[in-house]
């Protein structure tokens, strides 16, 4: 069964400074990535997902993930945080084909200090 | 256009008893999903509908049923409510016949067993 671990519970960053929120999976084949992000009170908003080709993955408000098969991960970077970018982050992995259910991991908390 | 809606958006009930949820998909969805999202967690997958028949679902009990109506919204039952059932539940929509569409997530139901 397919799984996926974000290891940080809570990650904090000053504005201005770069991210990264770590993520491993688990999934015997080609995997379908996502990373989602959910604000206080809110559903999950897609940021960006890889399903084939470039490895490099461009997403909304900024962020990228580089998706690395022989390390089983889907980092998320951005260059420069904003305080409105403080939230809890999700990376999920689906099944190929079909009509996929995806798997998150537990999440990753997102503190921007000013 | 309007995107998934759900209601209500804060519920408390007390142990033993019912509710439920309800969700409008997307305009153009045909498919719904719903999800448990524990305090802490990452969301957790109940089941899928499509086509007014349930076509995935995940590992929870038979206390958990959903129905989905000809204009594809759907609603999520629970009975016999524990105060473990206590969570956010999430409705996702997407389009069946599209393998690596994306899920587009509602602000969710906050559920609060007493």
């Known amino acids: 069964a397919q799984s996926v671990t974000q290891p940080d519970i809570h990650i904090t960053v000053s504005e201005g400074a770069s991210l990264e929120l770590r993520c491993n999976y688990s999934?015997?084949?080609?995997?379908?990535l996502f990373w989602y992000v959910q604000s206080p009170g809110q559903g999950l908003q897609l940021l960006l997902k890889?399903?084939?080709?470039?490895?490099l993955v461009q997403g909304i408000k900024g962020f990228e993930a580089e998706f690395k098969r022989s390390q089983s991960s889907f980092n998320l970077r951005k260059p420069s945080v904003h305080w409105s970018d403080a939230a809890e982050y999700f990376c999920?992995?689906?099944?190929?084909?079909?009509?996929?259910?995806?798997?998150f991991g537990r999440g990753t908390s997102l503190i921007v200090h000013p | 256009d309007a995107g998934v809606t759900q209601s209500p958006t804060h519920l408390i009930k007390t142990r033993g008893q019912q509710v439920t949820l309800r969700c409008s998909p997307k305009?153009?969805?045909?498919?719904v999903s719903w999800y448990q999202q524990a305090l802490g967690q990452g969301p957790q997958f109940i089941f899928q509908?499509?086509?007014?028949?349930?076509?995935q679902r995940g590992n929870f009990p038979d206390r958990f049923s959903g129905h989905q109506f000809p204009n594809y919204s759907s609603e999520l039952n629970v009975n016999a409510l524990l105060l473990g059932d206590s969570a956010l539940y999430l409705c996702?929509?997407?389009?069946?016949?599209?393998?690596?569409?994306?899920?587009?997530f509602g602000p969710g139901t906050r559920l609060t067993v007493l």
């Open positions: 509908y499509y086509e007014e028949e349930e076509r």
């Open positions: 996702a929509s997407s389009l069946w016949d599209r393998d690596t569409d994306t899920q587009y």
């Open positions: 999920a992995v689906a099944e190929e084909g079909g009509s996929y259910i995806p798997t």
């Open positions: 999934y015997g084949a080609t995997p379908y």
């Open positions: 305009s153009g969805h045909d498919t």
């Open positions: 890889y399903f084939s080709g470039d490895t």
